[in-house]
């Protein structure tokens, strides 16, 4: 099966200025997770959505970060301004509801983002 | 809140030695514990999990016991490869439907012929 998808694979900006970045999920996968992994450190969730609704968007930084999913398949994430400090990767998840947390989580290979 | 602390690396090993990363964990109620591996270039990959104590999770020679008296979820592994090379992250999800994961801060492992 295809798995996680995301693009772009690496993005380089300047601070202030914006960015978005795409996820599309496995197909069926209801629930998208968007975390971010900052170098030397485990990724940390920003925001988890069910379909089309957000469940938990708490440690989302919504002064500068925004989520969509619409139509409930594919997500993007914005930034805008972006900082310095939102140099990271930003992996995107996707799993199946319903099933037992021991059931695979499955990741994309992320978007690595550098803020000069 | 939730957490995991885990080993600090990097590690370097040679083949066929014995590998062991420490992870421990502070949370509330029933929490399911991973451990997943991010292999150069590629995305996290689940390794294993247990959703309750004492269980044991293991994969490709890895194993990790549940154990909620020491807080602890150590991985393992007896005879390491080359292709063991990654970072390694323990996380955990505060229920059995939840998958909201608390990472630790990774452990580079370096495996060397």
């Known amino acids: 099966e295809a798995g996680v998808a995301q693009s772009p694979r690496y993005k380089i900006i300047e601070k202030r200025q914006s960015v978005a970045f795409w996820c599309n999920p496995i197909s069926g996968h209801a629930t998208l997770y968007w975390y971010q992994q900052i170098l030397g450190q485990g990724p940390k969730l920003l925001i988890q959505f069910q379909n089309n609704g957000v469940v938990d968007d708490s440690q989302l930084p919504k002064d500068r970060f925004s989520a969509e999913r619409l139509k409930g398949v594919d997500s993007t994430l914005k930034i805008q301004p972006a900082k310095l400090e939102d140099s990271a990767v930003y992996l995107c998840?996707?799993?199946?509801?319903?099933?037992?947390?021991?059931?695979?989580?499955?990741f994309g290979s992320g978007t690595q983002l550098s803020v000069l | 809140g939730d957490s995991v602390t885990q080993m600090e690396g990097p590690v370097t090993l040679s083949e066929e030695a014995f590998l062991t990363i420490n992870c421990t964990y502070t949370?509330?109620?029933?929490?399911?514990l991973f451990w997943y591996v991010q292999y150069p270039g590629e995305g996290l990959q689940l390794l294993l999990k247990a959703t309750k104590a004492d269980d044991k999770g293991s994969n490709k020679g890895f194993e990790a016991t549940y154990r909620k008296e020491t807080t602890s979820f150590h991985l393992e592994k007896g005879s390491v490869q080359v292709s063991d090379s990654a970072v390694y992250f323990c996380?955990?999800?505060?229920?059995?439907?939840?998958?909201?994961?608390?990472f630790g801060a990774g452990t580079t492992v370096t495996v060397r012929a």
């Open positions: 996380a955990l999800s505060p229920g059995s439907n939840d998958y909201k994961l608390s």
């Open positions: 998840a996707s799993s199946f509801p319903g099933l037992p947390v021991n059931e695979k989580l499955f």
């Open positions: 949370a509330t109620g029933y929490p399911s």
